[in-house]
């Protein structure tokens, strides 16, 4: 167990993860914006939650939503002024709020000066500032490109007869840390973010940001899945090290790498504290686990298994037993809605599933992050024609299917899982118009459940709501610092509907049952003293239920026991 006399903020901390264009609009142009976060800054409160996460708010061109920074001290007009955002930070600090913001640093968008600069001669002072690859060197080593509808991470620049590399869309060049002079731009920037009072950074695919700049060709281990090479950049650790020298260590900051790449065996070098590199990441174990192999976005044939999904979760609680720490995501704006992935979004299952998804998140070890509308239980829009949809992402594969004259109904039928718009549909407020959360034509339709319930307002009104659960939950989290520190124990790995685990600190031990199936489930857990067990917190009536040795659970059921 980790000592907890040394205990962060962040640690302890509730993160919410806020999308901006997706959110809150009060100028009434269909997209959410800095003014609509403050307007809600006391429901977030209420929420129980402690930091918010908020996605990209620079000036961008919005190829990728925010993703292609061309300004890094400026905020995207759509969202609002500087001024905005200097009230949104103080309206968090009143409330005790932490900021942490997005860092998107292994790419500019085409349209930074920075960018622009570098592609008008071979000698211009930002050439270097990117990668360049010059023609009369023959075409470049294949690099493949998350966004590229060729499938090419190289582009060809007429202007100076070269390419450069861009892992993301054509409008994303990637930035050359080999520099020292980008480097020294980049500490500056976070310098004048944390100047200002931001608590922390979400850092884009950071375990991109170096690469071999003499572009070998791609090492044949790594044939048909280039992301472990993306992340086994030779300078990486120095570069993160360096940042956290001389930037984060002179703050109480807290930073969360997105770690696409990176697994159970290199965890560490990210984060034991010793190291000095970051404090959390996000892995992507779990978000590949009903994929096909080596294809993120491509839905698995065959269905996931609850005996995966453990798998996945203790795995990642023991390497961070004695050092580093946790976090604990289940969705996020590239990822589908938690409850249509991981529960059950129909309507006989939803509550139960939605809630036993938060009481899964909030008694697990690491950091809790919920996205917005997760506390409601927001589900998958599941869009069936391609004009709905407005990621690039989306956009992109359907034209090289397109293109290849592949199968676009099937195409189809996967986005209504996989598509990173089921996740970005705005914030469900009320039964009005547009669901409250503009009152003109959102940039991307509401899901229309908003009128069955899955509102905040029709929640607020019920006690027995999603809502009121999730706030119940994170207060049961809170006044038990055992389901935050303690040790985990998995029980019955290879039990297939339900997920029986403890959490035991120093005399506190707790017993978390959650079941994942759609029908009445037993499971016998001979190997726990409960005697004396009393529910604490429970979605169904019947939780007190348990003969001898044997517990029955109502589907989707989740109750947590005091053992002691
Ligand atoms: C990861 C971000 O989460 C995603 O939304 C974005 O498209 C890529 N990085 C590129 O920045």
Redesign the pocket.
């Given at each position: 167990m980790q000592q907890i006399t040394d205990r962060k903020w962040w640690q302890e901390g509730i993160v919410y993860q806020i999308y901006p264009r997706s959110f809150q609009d009060t100028t009434q142009n269909g997209i959410g914006d800095l003014q609509g976060v403050i307007k809600r800054l006391d429901y977030i409160k209420s929420l129980g939650v402690d930091i918010i996460w908020l996605?990209p708010v620079y000036e961008s061109p919005n190829d990728?939503?925010g993703?292609?920074i061309s300004d890094y001290r400026k905020i995207m007009p759509e969202f609002g002024t500087m001024a905005d955002f200097d009230l949104l930070l103080q309206g968090m600090k009143e409330r005790g709020l932490k900021l942490v913001m997005d860092l998107?640093v292994?790419?500019t968008s085409d349209e930074h000066q920075w960018f622009e600069a570098s592609r008008q001669s071979r000698d211009n002072p930002y050439r270097d500032y990117y990668h360049w690859w010059p023609a009369e060197k023959g075409t470049p080593p294949k690099r493949w490109s998350?966004?590229d509808v060729d499938g090419t991470a190289w582009k060809y620049d007429e202007k100076t007869d070269a390419y450069y590399l861009h892992y993301?869309s054509v409008k994303?060049p990637d930035l050359n840390w080999e520099n020292p002079k980008v480097r020294e731009e980049i500490q500056d920037i976070m310098k004048f973010w944390f100047d200002k009072g931001v608590d922390g950074f979400r850092m884009?695919?950071i375990s991109f940001i170096s690469k071999d700049t003499d572009f070998p060709e791609l090492p044949k281990k790594y044939e048909g899945d280039f992301v472990p090479f993306y992340s086994e950049g030779p300078k990486l650790h120095e570069y993160l090290n360096e940042l956290h020298q001389k930037v984060l260590s002179k703050y109480d900051v807290m930073t969360v790498g997105?770690a696409p790449g990176i697994g159970l065996d290199k965890a560490l070098d990210f984060v034991d504290a010793e190291r000095g590199e970051l404090n959390m990441f996000f892995h992507f174990d779990l978000m590949s686990l009903d994929r096909e192999a080596n294809e993120v976005f491509l839905m698995r044939k065959s269905p996931w298994k609850l005996s995966e999904f453990k798998k996945v979760h203790s795995a990642w609680d023991k390497v961070f037993a004695e050092k580093g720490w946790g976090s604990m995501y289940l969705n996020?704006?590239?990822f589908p809605r938690s409850v249509s992935r991981w529960g059950n979004d129909s309507v006989s299952h939803w509550y139960n599933s939605a809630t036993m998804l938060h009481t899964f998140l909030l008694t697990m070890r690491g950091t809790p992050y919920f996205y917005y509308g997760e506390e409601i239980g927001m589900t998958n829009i599941k869009f069936d024609a391609i004009s709905e949809y407005r990621d690039i992402?989306t956009i992109n594969r359907y034209e090289i299917i397109q293109k290849e004259g592949g199968d676009l109904d099937a195409f189809i039928e996967n986005e209504k899982s996989a598509s990173?718009d089921n996740a970005r549909t705005p914030m469900q407020w009320d039964a009005t118009a547009h669901s409250g959360f503009s009152k003109e034509r959102p940039w991307l339709k509401v899901n229309d459940n908003y009128q069955e319930g899955i509102n905040v307002a029709a929640q607020e009104a019920d006690r027995l709501s999603v809502l009121h659960y999730f706030r119940k939950m994170v207060q049961v989290r809170k006044s038990n610092p055992a389901l935050i520190h303690g040790d985990y124990e998995l029980l019955r790995p290879e039990h297939e509907e339900i997920y029986a685990y403890t959490r035991t600190l120093g005399q506190d031990r707790f017993l978390v049952l959650l079941s994942f199936s759609t029908e009445r489930a037993k499971i016998n857990l001979d190997m726990v003293a409960f005697d004396t067990a009393t529910a604490i917190i429970s979605n169904a009536s019947e939780a007190e239920q348990h003969q001898g040795k044997t517990f029955e659970l109502v589907p989707y059921q989740a109750t947590v026991y005091r053992l002691r």
């Open positions: 996605n990728d939503n993703y292609d998107v292994n790419h998350y966004f993301f994303q884009d695919v997105e996020n704006h590239d992402n990173r």
